[in-house]
T-cell receptor
């Protein structure tokens, strides 16, 4: 069956440009999470959606980062005025219910490289 | 968040059982114990989770100590495909944000 899909799989851009990363969760999953994985920091939480609402944005590193989710499905993570320290793999996960009895299903991520 | 402690790395021979330990001495009564693994160039993959009783599924078994301060992930017969970083994570059992807090995990190497 279809899993979590992320696009693009790789993105190379110049410092200062804006980028938009997309996540298509598993159909019917109400909870959606963004994480990022960098060499220096390991795997860290960014933001959580329940439906179209984002009750927890505490992991977003700066106001250059924003995310939205529409129709309770697709989510986009936008990074404005990218910096070199934004280089990382950005991972999206979804789960069917927002409670700890449900596993999170991850996509394979978008590898973002800032030149 | 309650912390977990895992060995940085382990090695095991192919086709033999693997026991991956995890210490979580500050676990609270409502924390679930989750295991995920991450193969090279892939996102993390759910393996198994439990609360108090031992659990089995098609991928692995989870043995939880009686005092819940430690647990062991058991791969019954390791294959080369099991080479990955394994993460032991505690998650509070309340509705709401169930974000995962990843540590550094155990890098498992399978020797052919």
């Amino acid at each position: 069956g279809a899993g979590v899909s992320q696009s693009p799989s790789n993105k190379v851009t110049e410092k200062g440009k804006d980028v938009e990363l997309r996540c298509d969760p598993i159909s019917g999953h109400t909870a959606l999470y963004w994480y990022r994985q960098s060499l220096g920091q390991g795997l860290e939480f960014l933001i959580y959606f329940q439906g179209n609402s984002a009750p927890d944005k505490s992991g977003l590193p700066s106001d250059r980062f924003s995310a939205e989710r529409t129709g309770g499905s697709v989510s986009t993570l936008t990074i404005q005025r990218t910096q070199q320290e934004d280089s990382a793999v950005y991972l999206c996960a979804s789960s069917s219910l927002s409670n700890s009895n449900q596993p999170q299903h991850f996509g394979d991520g978008t590898r973002l490289s800032i030149l | 968040d309650a912390k977990t402690t895992q060995p940085n790395s382990m090695e095991s021979n192919e086709e033999e059982p693997v026991h991956l330990p995890c210490n979580h001495s500050t676990i609270s009564g409502t924390d679930y114990i989750h295991w995920y693994r991450q193969l090279p160039s892939q996102g993390p993959e759910y393996v198994i989770h439990g609360l108090t009783s031992n659990v089995n599924n098609r991928m692995a078994s989870l043995a939880i100590a009686e005092d819940r301060k430690s647990s062991t992930l058991i791969l019954h017969r390791a294959t080369l495909r099991d080479a990955a970083v394994y993460y032991c994570i505690l998650q509070e059992s309340n509705f709401g944000n169930e974000k995962l807090t990843f540590g550094t995990g155990t890098r498992l190497t399978i020797i052919p």
